[in-house]
């Protein structure tokens, strides 16, 4: 069993709706990631919250909204996304930042209609 | 120039044999490197992380890295079919210290 959970594992979304994507890991460590990954190419880094501050990618959309409720628990809020935004969104975690392996959770497929 | 490079593959071995990747990153700084293991439609896996000159050895897997030619490798002995699937290099940097960036991965198919 992984030890950082995501869900939904699968989500079909309109390009007018509201979701949101939640992980949560029981690991103690302070820093969590989003990742991208579309079919065929490597993960591709969103945000990275390291002791619940935020660190952005700059060229994601504004239509992803990240949050940090605690150091356990992070979520992605999406808005009017695109059909180009259907991807597996990976959530991960490490002890300390860059240094440390990133544990990955299951990951959610988002399809975007 | 790419980030981090790596062959994208397939890479098809006989059961048995010994499966050698390699990876090649740009930044000079970088301090940590990884291999993941990605099967098909699942979230990757971590198999290696290296952090200093030389080898580390984790049962049929062996890491290589060799910081001044900014090159690092995995072995895999005794290739199963099992092992068949996509493998990330990931490196820190360049950005900082919390940027993790993937190669964009090679495929290694065992044959039995």
């Known amino acids: 069993d992984t030890e950082v959970t995501q869900t939904p594992k699968h989500l079909v979304m309109g390009m007018t709706n509201k979701k949101s994507l939640k992980c949560e890991q029981h690991m103690g460590h302070r820093a969590m990631y989003w990742y991208k990954q579309k079919a065929k190419k490597p993960p591709e880094l969103m945000f990275v919250y390291s002791y619940e501050k935020l660190s952005i990618n700059e060229s994601v959309p504004s239509r992803f909204s990240p949050e940090c409720p605690n150091s356990s628990l992070l979520n992605l809020h999406l808005h009017a996304l695109q059909p180009e935004d259907s991807a597996l969104y990976l959530c991960?975690?490490?002890?300390?930042?860059?240094?440390?392996?990133?544990?990955f959770g299951n990951g959610t497929r988002l399809t975007v209609t | 120039q790419k980030e981090v490079e790596q062959n994208s593959g397939p890479l098809s071995v006989p059961e048995g044999a010994i499966a050698s990747l390699n990876c090649t990153y740009s930044d000079r700084g970088s301090q940590s490197f990884f291999w993941y293991r990605q099967y098909s439609g699942k979230s990757p896996e971590l198999i290696m992380f290296i952090y200093s000159n030389g080898d580390k050895e984790d049962g049929r897997f062996t890491a290589q890295l060799n910081k001044a030619s900014q090159y690092v490798s995995l072995l895999i002995r005794d290739s199963q079919p099992s092992d068949s699937a996509t493998y990330l290099c990931a490196v820190n940097g360049p950005g900082g210290y919390q940027k993790v960036t993937f190669g964009t991965g090679t495929k290694l198919q065992v044959i039995p």
């Open positions: 991960a975690s490490s002890q300390e930042g860059g240094y440390s392996p990133l544990h």
